[in-house]
């Protein structure tokens, strides 16, 4: 294990600023790797993608009638905002939305939070009821007392979990507080399963 970072210096590691996993994925690429229709699941709905690399997803969904918001934490956009589609450059977690969404997705971003566990408790919060939330999540990334434990956790407050896709979700809002103590991140770990650097995520209970 690595010195642990705290959000200011996980927000400026080359390994958070630089990561490729995301950058240029387009809309059938996020349903392949959420297990989504999205095509057919956006029109007329309200999306919110954190992690958003350029954007190219975003754009797609937007033309297809969604009302899209994308987050990255750096400016590397390369489509521009329109009437439903707006990209916000912020830090997560730590940016908070003034609205609500049917949809919520991450796709590998989650890799290299800091913080996982805040993110996933504060995306419950941030959906419509009948909303949904599905992101790439490894509890390989998440370095607890004991991962059987976090997963059993993660399920008895309404997320699943397919440790073989890598993936998590929930449908509808919550009030969500983990029983773990969140102590910082690592972000000299070394590859994980996607093959590129992540950031493991160590908390004390």
């Known amino acids: ?29 996020y349903s392949r790797e959420l297990g989504l229709d999205l095509a057919g699941l956006l029109p007329g709905r309200r999306w919110l993608d954190l992690c958003c690399g350029e954007g190219h997803a975003l754009a797609e969904g937007a033309m297809l009638g969604a009302d899209v918001t994308g987050v990255d934490l750096v400016d590397h956009f390369a489509v521009r905002p329109g009437r439903n589609l ?17 949809l919520v997705t991450v796709v590998h971003g989650l890799h290299y939070v800091g913080d996982k566990l805040r993110v996933l408790a504060d995306v419950a919060g ?37 440790a073989r896709a890598k993936r998590i979700w929930r449908t509808g809002p919550a009030v969500i507080e983990f029983p773990y103590d969140y102590l910082g991140a690592d972000d000299t770990a070394g590859p994980n399963y996607t093959g590129q650097p992540a950031v493991v995520s160590y908390y004390g209970s």
Do not use: C, I
Not at 21 to 29: F, K, Q, Y
Not at 136 to 142: E, I, P, T
């Open 1 to 29: 294990m690595g010195k642990l970072l705290g959000a200011a210096e996980l927000e400026v590691s080359p390994v958070v600023a630089n990561n490729a996993m995301n950058r240029g994925r387009r809309l059938a690429s």
């Open 126 to 162: 941030w959906l419509n009821e009948g909303g949904r939330f599905v992101a790439s999540f490894d509890v390989a990334s998440v370095e607890v007392p004991s991962r059987r434990g976090l997963v059993a956790t993660l399920r008895g407050q309404g997320f699943g979990y397919d």
């Open 86 to 102: 707006r990209l916000v450059v912020a830090g997560v977690p730590g940016w908070r939305p003034g609205e609500r969404f049917d």
